[in-house]
């Protein structure tokens, strides 16, 4: 089962102005191929399909650990989209055409198939593919799987940070270069321990540092990049059987935190009328109000 906290990983700014063509760029990192729908997905059904998990528990408990944190990254990019989406269309009558810049939009889906919220699909509105799924059941191959899925996450990162100067996108993809660099070596030093390779000979891949990223500095500093979490539970506390030693890339030591991460109070977003969005008016609000005071 999982367990859902109603907070999101980190605190994104508020922005003053929508970004609608920075929305459609971190949609990317949402659902295309590398983007935060494949890494949940592929080390979801990976967590599920397991096999061995006794005998192999180590393995499993890191998957099932990057999985729990992979739902709140796929959480973080979609309140980003909807941040980015701010106030870039009015309340007035529908012969005003009050969305009329999500016809100049890049990424019209935002206006017309959800109310200016984040996509299940890529930066060109291709919806998320189950076959970017890789489980094959060996478990060195599903490992090496990871660690190559991790660093095309990382570089499609890097990318999108490139494109837009937005604060908003790039507090998020800050956070995310290190965390995801973190899970890059997780998936190399399990690779290390089932087979012998040091893998982590060959990072950073691609090859700048997170520190070169000023959205991500703060998080390096917060020793982010060295932390891998239970999430409360005893079952995976063998990760520690993995996740040990010196970070390869900064020579810090590894642990293993028995909890979660804080996280932050998730945004409450405002109501959009011209989107119908939620299509609840005053009256219906009182009519509901009364219905659950008539529950209670």
């Known amino acids: 089962m999982m367990k859902r906290v109603n907070r999101i990983a980190i605190e994104l700014p508020r922005p003053e102005h929508g970004d609608p063509n920075a929305a459609a760029a971190v949609q990317e990192l949402m659902g295309g191929k590398f983007g935060e729908m494949s890494t949940l997905n592929n080390y979801m059904f990976q967590s599920f399909n397991f096999r061995g998990k006794k005998k192999l528990k180590p393995f499993y408990d890191i998957i099932a650990s990057i999985t729990a944190e992979e739902f709140g990254h796929v959480e973080l990019v979609a309140n980003t989209i909807n941040l980015l989406s701010f106030g870039t269309t009015f309340e007035a009558d529908p012969d005003l055409a009050p969305l009329m810049n999500g016809k100049d939009a890049r990424y019209s889906l935002h206006f017309t198939t959800t109310a200016q919220t984040a996509y299940p ?49 790039r507090e998020m993809i800050g956070y995310l270069l290190v965390r995801g660099g973190t899970h890059i070596i997780a998936y190399a030093k399990a690779l290390e321990v089932a087979t012998g390779v040091e893998v982590g000979k060959m990072l950073p891949v691609p090859s700048l540092d997170n520190n070169k990223f000023d959205y991500a500095k703060k998080f390096m500093a917060q020793g982010l990049y060295n932390v891998l979490y239970t999430w409360g539970e005893p079952e995976y506390r063998d990760i520690a059987r993995i996740w040990k030693g010196p970070n390869p890339e900064t020579g810090e030591p590894l642990h293993v935190i028995d909890g979660m991460p804080e996280g932050a109070p998730v945004p409450d977003f405002e109501e959009k009328p011209e989107q119908f969005a939620p299509g609840i008016d005053r009256d219906d609000y009182e009519r509901i109000l009364k219905r659950l005071m008539a529950n209670m």
Do not use: C, Q
Request: glycine share 12%; proline share 4%.
């Open 121 to 169: 699909g890529d930066g060109m509105g291709r919806p998320w593919n189950g076959e970017f799924v890789t489980n094959s059941g060996n478990l060195v191959a599903d490992l090496l799987h990871n660690y190559l899925l991790e660093i095309g996450a990382r570089t499609h990162k890097m990318r999108v940070y490139e494109m837009t100067t937005n604060p908003v996108a």
